[in-house]
């Protein structure tokens, strides 16, 4: 072999050393692009699969008052809606001046604050006097104007619901009340309409309540499961609210009803138990035996409650204890109310 000839293959060998050495590189290369791919295809996988299983665990709200704020600091983007709801109950009357935003995504109601005031006693106190009742609607009225800004009032919707306290009166007194009602919203500058008064029955009264509990709780719109019971005690009746999730929960067709939620209807269990309500029940116990008794003196009082007034339908009933001498004595109330038992 030649000189000439070893010198060329010496340059090329280098040459040779150095072209595989790129091609191992680039095949490196090749293989860790191709693993990068590869994990985030699974990563990506376990993400939907992970979104499709537990989506009914991740509240709709989630990010919403941060992107909102977002949205109104770059993009100017920000709907305030208000509402104003009056609550007539049997023992006062409530005005809820609520203050939402639209979310930028999906549009949901979001809630920013709220305004809460009442006065006392209950609208079905003045079934005789539907104008002082009025007054104290008129009132809180006054409180909803102040916590809303007044180029919105024209926009703002304004109901106003009675519970169980006017659905005790007869119904010719009911109605003057309503009727007084209707005429002092006609005078507001709030959005009102045909429907924006009335009567709600039981159903309603148990669904709203079992609604905004699970609103306020983050669980409206989750697996129906996981949704909280509501009991409502009132003055003048006992709501008790439940999801109906088990066979035993839809035996009671009756009973069964649709709320409506962001996700769907969700089907819920709720009744009414009129009369059952705090006040109603304390004086269907002090005037056992006799409707027309608002006065009771007996042994059988709680001293907690001795001497107390309490308004029930614009009466005062009073409750009056009559301490009893008896050494070493224990009084056991029976079912019959407030017959006692005496044991020494």
Same mark, same amino acid.
């Given at each position: 072999?030649?000189?000439?000839?070893?010198?060329?293959?010496?340059?090329?060998?280098?040459?040779?050393?150095?072209?595989?050495?790129?091609?191992?590189?680039?095949?490196?290369?090749?293989?860790?692009?191709?693993?990068?791919?590869?994990?985030?295809?699974?990563?990506?996988?376990?993400?939907?699969?992970?979104?499709?299983?537990?989506?009914?665990?991740?509240?709709?709200?989630?990010?919403?008052?941060?992107?909102?704020? *977002?949205? @109104?600091?770059? #993009?100017?983007?920000?709907?305030? &809606?208000? %509402?104003?709801?009056?609550?007539? !109950? /049997? =023992?006062?009357?409530?005005?809820?001046?609520?203050?939402?935003?639209?979310?930028?995504?999906?549009?949901?109601?979001?809630?920013?604050?709220?305004?809460?005031?009442?006065?006392?006693?209950?609208?079905?106190?003045?079934?005789?006097?539907?104008?002082?009742?009025?007054?104290?609607?008129?009132?809180?009225?006054?409180?909803?104007?102040?916590?809303?800004?007044?180029?919105?009032?024209?926009?703002?919707?304004?109901?106003?619901?009675?519970?169980?306290?006017?659905?005790?009166?007869?119904?010719?007194?009911?109605?003057?009340?309503?009727?007084?009602?209707?005429?002092?919203?006609?005078?507001?500058?709030?959005?009102?309409?045909?429907?924006?008064?009335?009567?709600?029955?039981?159903?309603?009264?148990?669904?709203?309540?079992?609604?905004?509990?699970?609103?306020? *709780?983050? @669980?409206?719109? #989750?697996?129906?499961?996981?949704? &909280?019971? %509501?009991?409502?005690?009132?003055? !003048? /009746? =006992?709501?008790?609210?439940?999801?109906?999730?088990?066979?035993?929960?839809?035996?009671?067709?009756?009973?069964?009803?649709?709320?409506?939620?962001?996700?769907?209807?969700?089907?819920?269990?709720?009744?009414?138990?009129?009369?059952?309500?705090?006040?109603?029940?304390?004086?269907?116990?002090?005037?056992?035996?006799?409707?027309?008794?608002?006065?009771?003196?007996?042994?059988?009082?709680?001293?907690?409650?001795?001497?107390?007034?309490?308004?029930?339908?614009?009466?005062?009933?009073?409750?009056?204890?009559?301490?009893?001498?008896?050494?070493?004595?224990?009084?056991?109330?029976?079912?019959?109310?407030?017959?006692?038992?005496?044991?020494?």
């Amino acid at each position: 072999m030649s000189n000439s000839e070893l010198r060329r293959r010496k340059l090329k060998e280098p040459s040779e050393r150095g072209n595989a050495r790129k091609r191992k590189a680039k095949g490196v290369r090749s293989s860790s692009i191709q693993t990068s791919l590869l994990c985030l295809i699974i990563s990506g996988t376990l993400l939907t699969l992970f979104l499709v299983l537990y989506t009914d665990q991740i509240p709709w709200y989630a990010g919403n008052r941060h992107l909102d704020q *977002l949205a @109104k600091q770059f #993009l100017g983007y920000h709907k305030p &809606v208000y %509402a104003v709801v009056i609550d007539a !109950g /049997s =023992t006062g009357s409530r005005v809820l001046a609520y203050t939402f935003h639209e979310s930028y995504l999906g549009g949901y109601l979001v809630l920013d604050k709220e305004l809460f005031e009442y006065n006392k006693p209950g609208l079905s106190s003045f079934a005789k006097e539907p104008q002082k009742g009025v007054e104290k609607i008129a009132d809180l009225l006054e409180k909803a104007k102040k916590e809303i800004p007044k180029e919105y009032w024209n926009q703002t919707p304004l109901i106003l619901k009675a519970t169980a306290g006017l659905r005790l009166l007869p119904a010719e007194q009911a109605d003057n009340l309503l009727d007084a009602v209707r005429n002092l919203f006609k005078k507001t500058p709030f959005l009102t309409n045909d429907k924006s008064i009335e009567i709600m029955d039981g159903t309603d009264e148990g669904i709203f309540s079992w609604f905004t509990v699970n609103f306020l *709780l983050n @669980k409206i719109n #989750l697996n129906p499961a996981q949704t &909280v019971a %509501a009991l409502d005690l009132g003055g !003048g /009746s =006992t709501q008790v609210t439940f999801s109906a999730v088990t066979p035993s929960s839809f035996k009671d067709k009756e009973n069964i009803h649709e709320a409506l939620a962001p996700s769907g209807p969700i089907p819920v269990f709720t009744h009414s138990y009129l009369g059952l309500g705090l006040m109603a029940a304390r004086k269907a116990v002090i005037s056992y035996q006799n409707a027309d008794t608002f006065n009771v003196t007996c042994e059988c009082v709680n001293p907690v409650v001795r001497n107390k007034k309490f308004h029930y339908h614009g009466k005062l009933c009073h409750l009056f204890f009559r301490y009893l001498n008896i050494p070493q004595c224990t009084i056991i109330m029976c079912t019959d109310y407030f017959r006692p038992r005496l044991f020494k």
